[in-house]
């Protein structure tokens, strides 16, 4: 069974980068888009972008150039990194599976906060 | 972007009810649209993909129909386990995009 292992920090100052990492356990890397998403606190899903094996990445514009998907294939991991980080980034960020066009497998979520 | 829009937001049901829940596009979608349920705390879950296809290992009370831009999530029967919020997703065009949420919650 395909599990998704995500860490990071959950405290990240104004103005800084936000760096999450995400490992795939138990199932195939290639063949799929990786995927980030997030819900601030009461709220809705945001899909913040994806990237697959082969370089196609997409990202959200709402995010103005601020945000980078990369794959690590030999590790099975992807990683988001978000810059210029404000308090209306804090959210619970996922890392999901994308097989066709639906997030399949999710990782546990992560609670980022920013505050000075 | 395109807008998905829900209804109702909220909704009290009893064991046993019909629950339908809608979502409605801002443009032609065709069948591209996925149902997921969330609950407190936890991850969303796929249940149905593409409009009408239920993801393997969910219950058959759940369903799914529609295409372009009015589609219908229906659970036929609904259960104590079935609490949570409901969003619609769709894929046909980037960004990808959430509808706003249904809350399902117990009289």
């Known amino acids: 069974q395909v599990q998704l292992q995500q860490w990071g920090a959950g405290l990240v100052k104004p103005s800084e980068t936000l760096s999450l990492t995400c490992a795939v356990y138990?199932?195939?890397?290639?063949?799929?888009?990786w995927t980030w998403i997030r819900q601030p606190a009461g709220k809705g899903l945001e899909w913040i972008g994806e990237?697959?094996?082969?370089?196609?990445?997409n990202y959200n514009p709402s995010l103005r150039g601020r945000v980078t998907i990369s794959l690590d294939t030999s590790r099975k991991q992807f990683s988001l990194k978000l810059t210029s980080m404000t308090a209306a980034d804090t959210a619970v960020y996922y890392c999901?599976?994308?097989?066709?066009?639906?997030?399949?497998?999710w990782g546990q979520g992560i609670l980022v906060t920013v505050s000075a | 972007d395109i807008q998905l829009t829900q209804s109702p937001s909220s909704l009290s049901a009893s064991v046993g009810d019909r629950v339908t829940i809608t979502c409605q596009a801002s443009?032609?979608?065709?069948?591209?649209l996925n149902w997921y349920q969330q609950k407190p705390g936890q991850a969303p879950t796929v249940l149905i993909h593409?409009?009408?296809n239920l993801e393997r290992g969910v219950p058959s009370r759940f369903s799914g129909s529609g295409s372009g831009t009015d589609f219908t999530f229906t659970i036929s029967s609904v259960q104590p386990e079935d609490f949570g919020t409901y969003y619609c997703?769709?894929?046909?065009?980037?960004?990808?995009?959430f509808g706003p949420g249904t809350k399902v919650d117990f009289k």
């Open positions: 999901t599976r994308v097989p066709g066009r639906h997030f399949d497998v």
């Open positions: 138990g199932g195939a890397f290639s063949g799929f888009f």
């Open positions: 990237a697959k094996q082969g370089g196609s990445t």
């Open positions: 443009q032609d979608i065709s069948n591209s």
């Open positions: 593409d409009a009408l």
């Open positions: 997703q769709q894929h046909i065009d980037l960004p990808l995009t």
